[in-house]
């Protein structure tokens, strides 16, 4: 599975961004995926995952209330549409995804297998 993230920018705080993570690979209907951030200097971290079928989604405490993520299988695409976007959503996104149990969502990045590229999210104040 290969995957490709995209959608980051420049947006002031309050506004609002969607991600894209498209992937090849006839087995992404069979994958967890999961979103990731990493800002300068911290670790990278968990944000959103959705399991393969789309039917569990799990968001850090830090997203609720703002962030929501989907999926497409017939499309190949998860999305991660960040609204009320803070200052602290600085970061570079990430999205991973992994052939796991139906209804599994890994929040480690352990758990992962393939990794895009990131897509750089900046927010302004």
């Known amino acids: 599975v290969q995957l490709q993230a995209s959608g980051g920018g420049l947006v002031q705080a309050g506004g609002s961004l969607r991600l894209s993570c498209a992937a090849s690979?006839?087995?992404?209907?069979?994958?967890?995926v999961g979103w990731f951030r990493q800002a300068p200097g911290k670790e990278r971290e968990f944000v959103a995952g959705?399991?393969?079928?789309?039917?569990?989604?799990l968001r850090a405490d830090s997203v609720k209330g703002r962030f929501t993520i989907s999926r497409d299988n017939a499309e190949r695409t998860v999305f991660l549409q960040m609204n009320s976007l803070k200052p602290d959503d600085t970061a570079v996104y990430y999205c991973?995804?992994?052939?796991?149990?139906?209804?599994?969502?890994?929040?480690?990045?352990?758990?992962?297998?393939?990794w895009g590229q990131g897509t750089q999210v900046t927010v302004s104040s």
């Open positions: 991973a995804a992994d052939r796991t149990v139906s209804g599994y969502v890994p929040r480690s990045e352990k758990g992962y297998d393939y």
């Open positions: 690979g006839h087995t992404f209907s069979s994958c967890a």
């Open positions: 959705i399991s393969s079928g789309g039917s569990v989604t």
